[in-house]
């Protein structure tokens, strides 16, 4: 069964910073792009940012550009996301996610994560 688990989601104070980690199971993930997009309420599910099965490109969301980014251990099958000088706005549940493809957009995406909460209070 193939399974992307995300942790690291919390509460943090407006300029602080969180990681957030999606481990892969049951299968290996390491030939296909991974990322990760948010959902705030009553919003629809937004790209975040995505990198390249090899981790030689990475692609960001002009809303999060030069304060997250993303990488990739495919020794561990993990993806993670270090988000800096967060913002009230950027709070959502984030949602790990990965295809054989390069995706921007949610439809393009055939594995998705449970989904862990970000909260930024200003």
């Known amino acids: 069964q193939v399974q992307l688990v995300e942790s690291g989601g919390g509460w943090v104070q407006a300029g602080g910073s969180l990681r957030l980690s999606c481990a892969a199971s049951?299968?290996?993930?390491?030939?296909?792009?991974m990322g990760w997009f948010r959902q705030a309420p009553g919003k629809e599910r937004e790209f975040v940012a995505a990198?390249?099965?090899?981790?030689?490109?990475?692609y960001y969301s002009n809303s999060v550009k030069g304060r997250f980014t993303i990488s990739r251990d495919n020794a561990k099958n993990t993806v993670y996301l270090q988000m800096n000088s967060l913002k009230p706005e950027d709070t959502a549940v984030y949602y790990c996610?990965?295809?054989?493809?390069?995706?921007?957009?949610?439809?393009?995406?055939?594995?998705w994560g449970q989904g862990t909460q970000v909260t930024v209070s200003s």
């Open positions: 996610a990965a295809d054989p493809r390069n995706f921007d957009i949610a439809t393009m995406v055939s594995h």
């Open positions: 049951g299968r290996t993930f390491s030939s296909d792009a």
């Open positions: 990198i390249s099965w090899s981790g030689g490109s990475t």
